[in-house]
Each structure stands twice: as structure tokens, then as C-alpha cells.
């Protein structure tokens, strides 16, 4: 059974960092691409950050020097660093891993609520 948990949304002050980090179990984690993607109220799901499988990262021009991405093969784990947070990172934020090999896999964690308001 393929599991994605996020962990680490929170309320924080405009200025803040928050550290997301998404656990994932059921999955040879080193071989997929892994990312970020956000969800505003009223607004649709977009990207925010991606990782493949070598280690290169992209990232929305929204973000780019804000926020970090990085993985640890060793503890199926990615992670998000966000800094200087303003209110429109407000959102929920979903881990998402694809598998893009000969054969296509793709899988959604449940999301964390990050709120960055004063």
C-alpha cells in the first residue's frame, strides 16, 4: 500500500519558514520524481516545486529563491523548506510522486494546511 504522508503546515507570521516533509512508505522512493503542489481556496492545484530522481530541482517563479526542495533516499523522505512566507503561500500543500519509467505510477499525499497571516 502506497502511503504519502505530509507533515509540518502550521500557522506563521508574513516573514516566517515552515519545514514540510513528506513521508513515504509502499514506493522505491530513489526512482520517482517527487514534488510539491499547493491549493488555495477557490483556487485550482499548482506546482510549486519538483525534484527528479538525479536531484534536479524546479521551481515555480513564484517561490524560486524562497523556497528549497530536496529529498533523502535514504529516509523516503522530501522536504520543502519555506522562507520569508507571505499570506498568498497560504494553501494546502501536497506531496506528489510520479513514476514515469516504461510504466506511469502516480500518487497523491492527503496535504498539510500552511497559513501565513498576522
Known amino acids: 500500500q502506497v502511503q504519502l504522508v505530509e507533515s509540518g503546515g502550521d500557522l506563521v507570521q508574513p516573514g516566517g519558514s515552515l519545514r514540510l516533509s513528506c513521508a513515504a512508505t509502499?514506493?522505491?522512493?530513489?526512482?520517482?520524481?517527487m514534488g510539491w503542489y499547493r491549493q488555495a481556496p477557490g483556487k485550482q492545484r499548482e506546482l510549486v516545486a519538483t525534484?527528479?530522481?538525479?536531484?534536479?530541482?524546479n521551481y515555480a517563479d513564484s517561490v524560486k529563491g524562497r523556497f528549497t526542495i530536496s529529498r533523502d533516499n535514504a529516509k523516503n523522505t522530501l522536504y520543502l523548506q519555506m522562507n520569508s512566507l507571505q499570506p498568498e503561500d497560504t494553501a494546502v500543500y501536497y506531496c506528489?510522486?510520479?513514476?514515469?519509467?516504461?510504466?506511469?505510477?502516480?500518487?497523491w499525499g492527503q496535504g498539510t494546511q500552511v497559513t501565513v497571516s498576522s
Open positions: 506528489n510522486a510520479l513514476l514515469d519509467l516504461g510504466v506511469t505510477r502516480n500518487y
Open positions: 525534484i527528479t530522481r538525479a536531484g534536479s530541482a
Open positions: 509502499g514506493i522505491t522512493f530513489r526512482i520517482y520524481n
